[in-house]
């Protein structure tokens, strides 16, 4: 990297920025909700709706048979519709998808 010109220096730089708005963009997110929310008198954490999505099967309740982090690429493309990826009920929701809110259960009972 001994002859690097402007435009890849700009290149990086962009890669650098496209990189970080990416990752900090669902806390960025969170915390515009959560002021919206409160702005509107509801409750920060889940607007009144009292549950909250779980954070390990993301509110569907089940979870792949052979993990979260697994990814096969060429069985993802090589899949046909007969073939169904093996799925078991989430273990720290009990398979429901959510939890009560601790915000609005601390409130109410209270």
Do not use: W
Not at 16 to 38: E, G, H, N, Y
Not at 49 to 70: E, P
């Amino acid at each position: 990297m001994e002859h690097i010109t402007a435009s890849e220096v700009a290149g990086f730089g962009v890669g650098t920025l496209l990189l970080c708005a990416t990752i900090a963009a669902p806390k960025v997110d969170a915390f515009i909700s959560a002021s919206q929310r409160s702005s509107l008198g509801l409750c920060k954490r889940c607007g009144d709706l009292r549950m909250i999505a779980c954070s390990r099967c993301r509110g569907t309740g089940l979870i792949k048979a052979n993990g979260s982090f697994s990814f096969n690429l060429i069985d993802s493309l090589y899949q046909s519709e007969e073939i169904k990826v093996k799925s078991v009920g989430c273990t720290k929701c009990q398979a429901r998808g959510h939890f009560s809110c601790p915000d609005c259960s601390n409130t109410s009972t209270s």
